[in-house]
């Protein structure tokens, strides 16, 4: 089965990024990117971790 791809905008610790992806996950991807989003938020503003790609381990 042939699935059609599109490109949705999602927002991660203020920076916007065009991610390609099956039409068919595309309201899953964009869900998963709104949780990645509040917990990164919620690590960064607690400011014990800095560094993105350490609030990324963190919230991983």
Known sequence: MSD???T???RIL???YQV???ESEADELAA???DLNQRMTRIREAG???GV???A???A
Request: hydrophobic share 40%; charged share 25%; glycine share 4%.
């Open 32 to 34: 998963a990117a709104r």
């Open 8 to 10: 949705i905008g999602i």
């Open 57 to 59: 381990v963190m919230a």
């Open 20 to 22: 390609s992806c099956p």
């Open 53 to 55: 790609e350490r609030i």
């Open 48 to 50: 014990k971790v800095f």
């Open 4 to 6: 059609t791809t599109t």
């Open 14 to 16: 203020d920076n916007e």
